[in-house]
């Protein structure tokens, strides 16, 4: 081949050579692409898993329709509101998830597994009918009965029909099919939702200026205002409470006690210690001027009792 006047011949030939890689990854890039779709890859093919009369790809179409993946993730993708569903059906198995899908505001129990394992398709994809032999087979569903069963769950109850159940149940038994590696890891159901209570204890714990628990016990043993100091921040109140005269979402505590209080019906009180109980007991009994009613939470004597409201008070004074 003859190069163009004036032309380098080595410029010709590195334009060749650039084009023959570039050829040899398309190549390539096409060969990989193709052999990522052929069955032979041992990879769970959606067409071919079947719950009941529902195959996956149906499952999916269900799976779309009601916006799970607004709250949950599948291998990752979705939103992070609720758990991840990857496992699930490979987890707690056939009967939980017919438990809990049609009334997902409520955590199955062992008898609500009982019920769904008298039916056909649940027994014969479980694989048992035998309620102890499915808790034993599928572990996820024994630990969610023992640690939330009969419990309020965040999830909103769908209006799922029968059909559609059976579809998202082939869906999700075919995400538990898919060879994703070993992801996602195990997630932690004991640690899921912790209790108010706890959380702040929690967060209070871990704060830099908080003694060691076992000291802060002995401590509060002997000193009232210490024990109430410690419970208001364990019962949430300083969310809404300065503990100064500062307005938070509540009156601040300030010099409170024995101060007069003017209340919302233009009458007033003097904070005297039946009026602070009171106020804890039940917030809307007397509502101080300017502040609205049931936005304080009523602390009864099963959240608060005799003892503790007594160091309440004495925390209260001393400020
Ligand atoms: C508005 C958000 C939202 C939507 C939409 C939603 N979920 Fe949930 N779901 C949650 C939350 C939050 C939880 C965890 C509840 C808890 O821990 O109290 C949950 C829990 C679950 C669980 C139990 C998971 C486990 O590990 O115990 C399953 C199964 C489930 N959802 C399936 C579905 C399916 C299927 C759909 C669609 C038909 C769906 N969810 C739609 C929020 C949602
Ligand atoms: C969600 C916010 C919120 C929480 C949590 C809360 N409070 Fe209140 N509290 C208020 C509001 C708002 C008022 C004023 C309206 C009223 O009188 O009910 C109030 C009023 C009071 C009063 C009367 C104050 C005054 O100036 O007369 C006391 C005492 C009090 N709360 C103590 C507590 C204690 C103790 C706790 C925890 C056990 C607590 N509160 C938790 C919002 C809250």
Same mark, same amino acid.
């Not at 060969?31 to 719950?51: K, V």
């Not at 559609?164 to 996602?184: C, D, R, V």
């Not at 233009?266 to 007991?281: C, M, Q, W």
């Given at each position: 081949m003859s190069c163009l006047n004036g032309t380098d011949c080595r410029e010709t030939a590195k334009r060749r050579t650039a084009l023959a890689i570039l050829a040899l990854m398309l190549a390539?890039?096409?060969?990989?692409?193709?052999?990522?779709?052929?069955? #032979?890859?041992?990879? @769970? +093919?959606?067409?071919?898993?079947? &719950?009941?009369? %529902?195959?996956?790809?149906? /499952?999916?179409?269900?799976?779309?329709?009601?916006n799970c993946m607004g709250c949950h993730t599948i291998v990752g993708n979705g939103a992070y509101f609720g758990p991840d569903l990857t496992r699930i059906y490979a987890d707690a198995g056939p009967a939980w998830l017919a438990a809990f899908l049609p009334s997902a505001a409520g955590w199955p129990t062992a008898t609500a597994i009982q019920v769904q394992l008298q039916n056909a398709t649940v027994q014969k994809e479980a694989g048992t009918a035998d309620p102890q032999e499915y808790l034993t087979r599928y572990p996820g569903a024994a630990e969610r009965v023992?640690?939330?069963?009969?419990?309020?769950?965040?999830?909103?109850?769908?209006?799922?029909?029968? #059909?559609?159940?059976? @579809? +998202?149940?082939?869906?999700?038994? &075919?995400?538990? %099919?898919?060879?994703?590696? /070993?992801?996602?890891?195990?997630?932690?159901?004991?640690?899921?939702?912790p209790a108010p209570a706890q959380s702040v204890a929690a967060a209070a714990a871990a704060g830099p200026t908080s003694a060691p628990a076992p000291a802060a016990a002995a401590a509060d043993a002997q000193d009232p205002v210490a024990l109430g100091k410690r419970l208001v921040g364990e019962l949430g109140c300083v969310a809404c409470h300065a503990t100064d005269q500062?307005?938070?979402?509540?009156?601040?505590?300030?010099?409170?006690?024995?101060?007069?209080?003017?209340?919302?019906?233009?009458?007033?009180?003097?904070?005297?210690?039946?009026?602070?109980?009171?106020?804890?007991?039940?917030?809307?009994?007397?509502?101080?001027?300017?502040?609205?009613?049931?936005?304080?939470?009523?602390?009864?004597?099963?959240?608060?009792?005799e003892s503790d409201m007594k160091a309440i008070v004495a925390y209260l004074r001393s400020l």
């Open positions: 390539i890039f096409l060969i990989l692409s193709l052999w990522s779709f052929l069955p #032979s890859r041992q990879q @769970a +093919l959606p067409t071919l898993i079947h &719950y009941g009369e %529902a195959d996956a790809v149906q /499952g999916k179409r269900v799976f779309q329709a009601y023992q640690q939330r069963g009969g419990r309020h769950t965040l999830m909103p109850n769908l209006p799922l029909q029968a #059909s559609e159940i059976t @579809a +998202l149940m082939a869906f999700l038994k &075919y995400t538990s %099919a898919m060879n994703t590696e /070993g992801w996602p890891p195990k997630p932690h159901t004991d640690r899921r939702l500062n307005r938070l979402v509540g009156p601040g505590w300030g010099g409170l006690s024995d101060s007069t209080v003017a209340l919302a019906d233009g009458t007033s009180v003097t904070a005297d210690d039946n009026y602070l109980i009171e106020s804890i007991r039940q917030p809307d009994a007397k509502l101080v001027a300017g502040y609205p009613p049931h936005v304080m939470p009523p602390y009864d004597s099963t959240l608060i009792n």
